[in-house]
């Protein structure tokens, strides 16, 4: 969904004016053949009305008249490069500069242009530096001919240094004779959604990775394809249960492309929803891209305030549902022209994207960028040659394990048109090492999968790294999570107490995938819970700085259902004497019954009582299940 159409029309606008300015400037030509000058003169009426080919014919005729007639082969070249018939227009204006090498000096540029985009960097080079040699060359053709040359020599130098690169077409389940592209993952590379154009209609197809192989790609199910409306550049989140995509031109839009987002409700995709100001503008905004956090949205838009034409934004969906004002991602990403197809990994701390704006092969190139500690990003680097052509390469993804990329081309041997392919991203391309996190939500009492909004929070930052809804069939969740640190996990559904959960990546290895089941208890009177995110320093009552996770998930509970009292109850291990161990569980569990007193001063709705080492839930002979006996629960007393 790029600005093609607008660009090319106001370009030959452009081009009329030019053509108009040098019809009336020119007082002589490089002819004395009046038969040559007259064929010449017809080509202004053919393009006055856009008659090209008209124009053109005229011109060949002006040729076979006189073949050193300079104007008319200038002309031709002009005509060929706004119609972006590059050979033609190559061939015209090197007989130009074979019968005079200073008729145009712009001509050097555009053979400069036109050799870059045709891979033909050496050419490019000489060509361009020609342009710049001279000292009354046109002045509105430099900063786009400093960048050619500057794609031109980095191009050379990519062309002898080459990265790993064997694309694999990904076969008849996924590509036809239509073009396929736009692919999107699930972070365990299990499922890909993808764009199919049949007919000019494009529609949403999806395939499963089994067994080694894609299955035959069928349409979405739900209500997302449509025959009416322009639905296109969607982004799969990393878990597989919100689908981003754009809309153009719909009633109630903000702009002429707005970002829609649809949950997976079952097996059946929910109608899409407008994701609303400030995110959706009166500018073009498109290709979304949801981090694995669940909170971070990445996008393309041409809105006021970046730093070019196109650039890559992101907002943050805060806790009320909105989403906060959108902030550019600066000048190490973005440049005066255009970035596009923003991929941010699982991690969230690698990014992906297309740009024209920095040294490349020319056109389009796939850059990456990495976030450092305080948050900025490394400035992007080119991704290398032969990943990047001198075609339009874009839309890369990447499954989460770093080992796959995905991407579409119509210029490898493939189908027809675009295709979707794979290759092995190489070492050096490679994001962080994350451990998968696979869980499973339902009701404790009748097994019944459920639906629950599941948040998943560093220990140490106190960041939220994943927010989520389970999928309302399966009760699956799905989370990727970088490696080497703890993390607490909150499950909640209304009617039932939380769920809370601890686990640690501080020894995960690249492959490594952590089950968890997260059984939800109804709400009730005598049900209780461990809080698994409560920690005390070693034979102490003093609370560390992670539990405040926790404890502000108690006070949310609590806020959520103002009827409910309950009790705060401590426990040890078996180590020392049960009288200090008594009084620890007791004074443990009244620090925490003091801290959430402060917050909700309401004495009614709170008790503590400590255990000591009497109720043990594990047994005291294993370092775990010393762990797992030192422990501070939630019961519900009254409803």
């Known amino acids: 969904m790029k600005l093609e159409k607008h660009k090319l029309k106001l370009f030959i606008a452009l081009f009329l004016c030019l053509i108009q300015f040098i019809v009336k400037a020119q007082v002589k030509y490089s002819t004395q053949s009046k038969q040559a000058i007259k064929f010449y003169e017809q080509s202004d009426t053919y393009l006055n009305s856009k008659n090209y080919n008209g124009a053109i014919e005229v011109l060949n005729k002006a040729i076979a008249e006189d073949k050193s007639f300079i104007d008319a082969y200038q002309r031709l070249g002009d005509i060929y490069r706004i119609l972006k018939i590059n050979e033609k227009a190559r061939e015209n204006y090197l007989q130009v500069i074979t019968i005079f090498p200073d008729f145009a000096k712009q001509n050097y540029y555009f053979l400069g242009e036109i050799e870059l985009k045709n891979g033909n960097y050496s050419d490019a080079k000489k060509f361009l530096e020609k342009f710049m040699m001279y000292a009354d060359k046109p002045q509105q053709f430099i900063p786009m001919a400093k960048k050619h040359l500057a794609d031109s020599k980095f191009a050379i130098d990519a062309k002898k240094h080459p990265v790993p690169f064997t694309p694999k077409n990904l076969g008849n389940a996924i590509n036809t004779d239509a073009d396929e592209y736009l692919p999107s993952l699930t972070a365990d590379g299990k499922q890909m959604i993808f764009t199919r154009k049949e007919h000019n209609n494009e529609d949403f197809y999806t395939s499963q990775f089994i067994n080694d192989q894609w299955t035959p790609a069928v349409k979405l199910s739900g209500n997302i394809n449509t025959p009416y409306l322009n639905e296109g550049a969607q982004s799969l989140s990393s878990d597989g249960q919100y689908l981003l995509l754009t809309i153009c031109n719909a009633p109630g839009g903000f702009g002429r492309c707005d970002l829609y987002y649809s949950r997976l409700e079952g097996s059946e995709w929910a109608a899409p929803v407008n994701i609303g100001a400030p995110v959706n503008s009166g500018a073009w905004e498109s290709q979304p891209c949801l981090a694995s956090d669940g909170r971070t949205l990445y996008f393309a838009s041409d809105r006021k305030g970046g730093q070019g034409k196109i650039d890559i934004w992101k907002s943050y969906l805060q806790d009320d549902g909105t989403w906060t004002e959108p902030e550019n991602l600066?000048?190490?990403?973005?440049?005066?022209?255009?970035?596009?197809?923003?991929?941010?990994?699982?991690?969230?701390?690698?990014?992906?994207?297309?740009?024209?704006?920095?040294?490349?092969?020319?056109?389009?190139?796939?850059?990456?960028?990495?976030?450092?500690?305080?948050?900025?990003?490394?400035?992007?680097?080119?991704?290398?040659?032969?990943?990047?052509?001198?075609?339009?390469?874009?839309?890369?993804?990447?499954?989460?394990?770093?080992?796959?990329?995905?991407?579409?081309?119509?210029?490898?041997?493939?189908k027809a048109g675009h295709d979707l392919y794979s290759f092995d991203i190489p070492q050096e391309l490679k994001p962080k090492n994350l451990t998968f996190i696979k869980g499973f939500v339902f009701d404790e009492t009748t097994k019944e999968n459920l639906d629950a909004l599941v948040e998943v929070q560093n220990l140490k930052t106190g960041k939220t790294v994943y927010r989520s809804v389970s999928n309302s069939e399966s009760g699956q969740f799905y989370a990727s999570l970088p490696h080497g640190n703890q993390y607490a996990m909150n499950v909640s559904r209304e009617g039932y107490l939380f769920y809370s959960g601890y686990f640690s990546t501080l020894e995960a290895n690249n492959t490594n995938v952590i089950c968890l089941k997260a059984p939800l208890k109804e709400i009730a009177v005598g049900e209780k819970i461990v809080l698994k995110n409560i920690f005390f320093e070693t034979n102490s009552y003093k609370l560390s700085s992670e539990s405040m996770i926790e404890l502000q998930k108690v006070i949310a509970f609590m806020k959520s259902n103002p009827k409910i009292a309950i009790e705060i109850s401590g426990y040890t291990d078996n180590v020392g004497e049960d009288q200090s161990n008594q009084v620890l569980s007791e004074n443990r569990a009244k620090v925490v019954y003091g801290y959430l007193l402060r917050s909700i001063p309401n004495p009614k709705r709170f008790t503590y009582k400590g255990f000591g080492e009497s109720q043990p839930i594990d047994t005291n002979e294993t370092p775990q299940g010393k762990a797992n006996n030192r422990r501070t629960e939630l019961k519900i007393t009254s409803i």
């Open 330 to 414: 600066g000048p190490n990403i973005n440049t005066p022209y255009d970035e596009q197809s923003p991929f941010i990994h699982p991690d969230n701390e690698t990014l992906y994207f297309s740009s024209n704006g920095w040294p490349g092969m020319g056109n389009s190139d796939i850059y990456i960028a990495r976030k450092n500690e305080d948050g900025s990003w490394s400035q992007a680097e080119n991704v290398g040659y032969p990943i990047n052509t001198n075609m339009d390469d874009f839309c890369l993804v990447v499954t989460g394990n770093g080992n796959k990329g995905y991407f579409s081309t119509n210029n490898t041997a493939g």
